[in-house]
């Protein structure tokens, strides 16, 4: 799983980018076979007047399937990590078990259909024996 960190109107020091990569190895760790990368976006949106201004936006991309978006405000920019990464977190636990429900109930149609085909051809192999069993009996 690649990380890159890019900031904007923010300190660009190495702490910052090494909190990125810790937190996310904790909140993605389970995902790192099927992440391809990250791009973290951090930035000051309106400077030092402060409040809720520190912005932290990840897009998470994946091998076949669409990115996922996630932004973050919030006073300091470390919270807006955290919490940026919690919910991307969840968001991708969502999507990968929403994947493998769609997965389930596929394999389980096939099982049902293949059951169809096969008592519908008992059904077929008896009345082709009880019709021989007809034949005989004249």
Same mark, same amino acid.
């Given at each position: 799983?690649?990380?890159?960190?890019?900031?904007?109107?923010?300190?660009?020091?190495?702490?910052?980018?090494?909190?990125?990569? %810790? #937190?996310?190895?904790?909140?993605?760790?389970?995902?790192?076979? +099927? @992440?391809? $990368?990250?791009? !973290?976006?951090?930035?000051?949106?309106?400077?030092?007047?402060?409040?809720?201004?520190?912005?932290?936006?990840?897009?998470?991309?994946?091998?076949?399937?669409?990115?996922?978006?996630?932004?973050?405000?919030?006073?300091?920019?470390?919270?807006?990590?955290?919490?940026?990464?919690?919910?991307? %977190? #969840?968001?991708?636990?969502?999507?990968?078990?929403?994947?493998? +429900? @769609?997965? $389930?109930?596929? !394999?389980?149609?096939?099982?049902?259909?293949?059951?169809?085909?096969?008592?519908?051809?008992?059904?077929?192999?008896?009345?082709?024996?009880?019709?021989?069993?007809?034949?005989?009996?004249?």
């Amino acid at each position: 799983m690649l990380v890159e960190v890019y900031s904007r109107k923010l300190n660009d020091s190495q702490a910052l980018k090494t909190y990125v990569h %810790r #937190r996310l190895g904790f909140a993605l760790d389970r995902f790192t076979n +099927r @992440i391809t $990368r990250v791009h !973290v976006r951090l930035a000051d949106i309106n400077g030092p007047r402060g409040g809720k201004d520190k912005s932290c936006l990840m897009q998470v991309f994946f091998d076949q399937m669409p990115h996922i978006l996630i932004e973050s405000l919030d006073e300091s920019i470390f919270s807006a990590i955290d919490n940026a990464a919690e919910r991307a %977190r #969840r968001a991708i636990t969502s999507r990968f078990g929403k994947q493998q +429900r @769609i997965q $389930r109930l596929a !394999v389980l149609n096939q099982r049902e259909q293949l059951e169809t085909i096969y008592s519908e051809s008992e059904v077929v192999q008896q009345n082709s024996e009880a019709s021989k069993e007809r034949v005989h009996a004249y």
